[in-house]
């Protein structure tokens, strides 16, 4: 096992690291896939082939389809608390390998491996909550007016697909399979085509916990997760990704009336008020646009609305606190703080966007090109950036970019300030800095955000429900309510003269 005490470098530690496995599992056991088909994964901070994995096709999406059916019956008729032990169990491995998985995801999708530690904790975490939660699902009774017995069951929907995004990898593919798990139903994950490899290591590792057929993966690409969608027998998808990938899902889960989950886009608004404690804003906006993951976290408040009586000054704060913190770096190096983009379609996405803001008149306050480092080359490495002068109109301010890109408009009217907040098709965070109460709870009222922080940014708290208004997506996860979403109501009336 790969520990801390390697010293900060851990690049020459990676292979170790990666999963022997590179099939798809169901089952309970690997199998190749049916095509034979097999795709290199890179990594992101060096171009350097991980090695290939398996991509499963509509067939072997059947084959795992129809394991994880017939897994079902006795699953769903484990006791809650044996299904909760065998979480608790899971989360005990993710911890015990947290710095391997770490390590792969570092590799393989550009995120810092220290930061990634984060993600086997919150992993873990979650596991280990919705296993607290499996004797909550009870239902109710209701009085009636002629004397009968009536109550609810919570019941568990069956086969659950999961589609996994490549920000956060093995985080989402452990902590997301725990609330369909507790409540009953069987799961096939889904990796990200571009990150997939911490996925089949967590599989070596929890995979056998669990009764054959329980918990599933199926690597592969969009094809792969379409057809997931697709199956007639998958009662639920899952899915965390972009606008347009949620909307494929619906449109083929429509043809079978399945339930959806969805966390989807942001284009995070981070309003500023002049009575705010400037002293703790930059670290704020900093943390809130998470350009340690080069910005690619749904939840980063790219937009950031300074009043025009304090625009000047904070904007020059966080540009120098953006350079103390945040340079590029190798991602398997412990001492790196901000890695790289996960492609270079995104590398380029990410560019192309910082020129049209300057074509329509956007200033660069920081950064705002591809890492001109020699040793950084071969990596898809782009600087933290700053664009000052941003109006709403302009493209940068309305369209989710996923990249390490912060815009920063100025605002001096409130009725115009939200307009302009609440002017986008997203709707999942947004972060209010104000030192008045009564402006506070106005704000909070008036953005359409599913999660608000008030002079906060960033943080998640379990327990707390995290999920997006208009187009960022369907549902709440990380709570009680995520737990209920793979479950459904049956209405029992007795009759009882």
């Not at 945040?326 to 192309?352: E, F, Y």
């Not at 986008?424 to 972060?431: K, N, R």
Request: charged share 20%; with cysteine.
């Amino acid at each position: 096992m790969i520990t801390s005490e390697q010293g900060p470098d851990l690049s020459s530690h990676v292979a170790a690291a990666l999963p022997t496995r590179r099939d798809l599992y169901y089952g309970g056991a690997w199998h190749a896939p049916l095509s034979g088909v097999y795709q290199s994964s890179i990594s992101p901070g060096s171009q350097a082939e991980l090695g290939r994995y398996a991509v499963g096709n509509a067939d072997d999406v059947a084959a795992a389809v129809a394991a994880a059916r017939t897994a079902f019956p006795a699953w769903r008729d484990t006791p809650p608390l044996t299904r909760a032990a065998l979480l608790r169990q899971a989360a005990a491995v993710v911890r015990e390998h947290a710095l391997e998985l770490a390590l792969i995801d570092a590799a393989d999708c550009g995120n810092p491996v220290r930061q990634m530690l984060d993600d086997a904790v919150i992993a873990a975490t979650q596991l280990e909550y919705f296993a607290g939660l499996v004797m909550e699902l009870k239902g109710e009774t209701i009085p009636t007016m002629n004397g009968s017995l009536d109550y609810t069951l919570r019941e568990p929907l069956g086969v659950v697909a999961r589609i996994i995004p490549f920000n956060h990898p093995f985080m989402f593919a452990a902590g997301k399979i725990a609330a369909p798990l507790a409540a009953g139903n069987t799961v096939i994950v889904k990796p990200p085509e571009q990150a997939p490899l911490s996925t089949l290591r967590l599989f070596e590792l929890i995979g056998g916990l669990f009764p054959p057929g329980v918990l599933n993966c199926v690597s592969g690409d969009r094809d792969t997760g379409a057809a997931l969608s697709a199956h007639a027998a998958v009662a639920a998808v899952a899915l965390i990704g972009s606008v347009n990938a949620g909307k494929a899902v619906m449109r083929t889960a429509a043809e079978d009336l399945k339930k959806v989950l969805l966390e989807l886009g942001g284009k995070n608004a981070m309003v500023v008020y002049p009575d705010a404690d400037l002293e703790k804003v930059p670290l704020g906006a900093v943390r809130g646009m998470n350009f340690t993951w080069c910005g690619q976290s749904c939840g980063s408040t790219s937009r950031l609305f300074l009043h025009e009586s304090v625009h000047d000054r904070v904007l020059a704060r966080i540009v120098a606190l953006t350079a103390e913190m945040h340079s590029p770096g190798p991602p398997t190096d412990m001492r790196t703080t901000m890695g790289a983009l996960v492609s270079r379609d995104q590398m380029d996405k990410t560019l192309a966007f910082v020129g049209s803001a300057v074509s329509e008149g956007a200033l660069v306050a920081h950064g705002g090109r591809r890492c001109a480092d020699a040793a950084l080359a071969q990596g898809y490495f782009v600087e933290p950036t700053i664009l000052s002068g941003v109006t709403p109109a302009m493209r940068v301010a309305r369209e989710e970019i996923f990249g390490p890109v912060l815009s920063v408009l100025k605002w001096s009217s409130e009725d115009e300030l939200y307009d302009a907040v609440n002017g986008v098709d997203y709707g999942l965070t947004a972060s209010i800095w104000t030192t008045d109460l009564r402006t506070a709870h106005r704000a909070a009222a008036r953005v359409q955000a599913g999660y608000v922080w008030i002079n906060g940014s960033s943080a998640h708290f379990i327990g707390a429900p995290f999920g997006g208004y208009k187009h960022s997506g369907i549902g709440r996860e990380e709570c009680k309510e995520e737990l209920f979403e793979f479950t459904q109501t049956k209405n029992v009336n007795v009759t009882l003269d």
